[in-house]
């Protein structure tokens, strides 16, 4: 059985992350994406904790997430 290639979509590795996150915290918006993008799967599970429609939890952990990488 072959091992298939990973996919673009896979996440990165711990350092290919913190190399990117780095460049967000420097203001490269692509990077800010990225980063966001990774993050995806865990603001959707974060936000159904929060007592928000969960679209609206989902928009305000963003926000405090770039804030955070921002500040």
């Given amino acids: 059985m072959q091992k298939s290639e990973p996919e673009e979509t896979a ?5 290919a992350f913190s190399l990117i996150a780095e460049q967000a915290k420097n203001g490269d ?12 799967p ?8 929060l007592k928000l429609p969960k679209e609206e939890g989902i928009q305000e952990i ?6 955070k990488i921002r500040g």
């Fill in 42 to 49: 865990e603001i959707d599970s974060l936000a159904g904790f």
């Fill in 62 to 67: 963003t926000t405090q997430f770039i804030e």
């Fill in 29 to 40: 918006n692509e990077a800010l994406l990225k980063v966001l993008e990774e993050m995806q």
């Fill in 11 to 15: 996440q990165l590795s711990n350092h």
